[in-house]
Antibody
Framework: EVQLVESGGGLVQPGGSLRLSCAAS????????MNWVRQTPGKGLEWISY????????YYVESVWGRFTISRDNSQDSLYLQMNSLRVEDTGIYYC?????????????WGQGTVVIVSS | DIQMTQSPSSLSASVGDRVTITCRAS??????LAWYQQKPGKAPHLLIS???TLQSGVPSRFSGSVSGTDFTLTITSLQPEDVSTYYC?????????FGPGTTVDIK
């Protein structure tokens, strides 16, 4: 069974940093591209970042460019999101989501999400 | 960047009704379109990929179609367990934008 388990969320002040982790199991992690998707309060879903199987290429949505960094450790079956210079509008639930195995594909498995609150 | 719009933003229908949700891409995305269902407090769940390919385990009352840059999700006979928010997403090229969502409830 595919499992994705996020951790690392919490309460942080504006301008602060957090590092999210996603532990993957039940599939061959190195065979799949991975993504981070967030859901902000009262709003819909926003795709924020993608990382290829080998770690490159990487893509971001413009609103997090230069502040967030996606990475993966294939030896640990883990995905990460380093979030710096956090803003109030970054508050939300952050999901890791499995992408494709060869070419762009939709997100067929999701974690339960980790909550990030940016507030003073 | 490719923008996705959805209509309606919400709808209320009776059990057994046929429900249609439309998603439009701002430019051509071929069939690189997915539909997700999200129930309150839960992560999204992939229903359809490739505009019309039903994922394993998804009830056959769900279907997807495409005409140019217009995509449609149809529920042929609405069931109480279908109360959810439905999102489209393109995966043609990054950023893989989601539509704003359509909330479906029972009348």
């Amino acid at each position: 069974e595919v499992q994705l388990v996020e951790s690392g969320g919490g309460l942080v002040q504006p301008g602060g940093s957090l590092r999210l982790s996603c532990a993957a199991s039940g599939f061959t992690f190195t065979d799949y591209e991975m993504n981070w998707v967030r859901q902000t309060p009262g709003k819909g879903l926003e795709w924020i970042s993608y990382i290829y199987r080998t770690g490159s290429p990487i893509y971001y949505v413009e609103s997090v460019w230069g502040r967030f960094t996606i990475s993966r450790d294939n030896s640990q079956d883990s995905l990460y999101l380093q979030m710096n210079s956090l803003r109030v509008e970054d508050t939300g639930i952050y999901y890791c989501a499995r992408g494709g195995s060869g070419g762009y594909r939709p997100h067929d498995s999701w974690g339960q999400g980790t909550v990030v609150i940016v507030s003073s | 960047d490719i923008q996705m719009t959805q209509s309606p933003s919400s709808l209320s229908a009776s059990v057994g009704d046929r429900v249609t949700i439309t998603c439009r891409a701002s430019q051509g995305i071929s069939n690189y379109l997915a539909w997700y269902q999200q129930k309150p407090g839960k992560a999204p769940h992939l229903l359809i990929s490739g505009a019309s390919t039903l994922q394993s385990g998804v009830p056959s009352r769900f279907s997807g179609s495409v005409s140019g840059t217009d995509f449609t999700l149809t529920i042929t006979s609405l069931q109480p367990e279908d109360v959810s928010t439905y999102y489209c997403q393109h995966y043609h090229s990054a950023p893989f934008t989601f539509g704003p969502g359509t909330t479906v409830d029972i009348k």
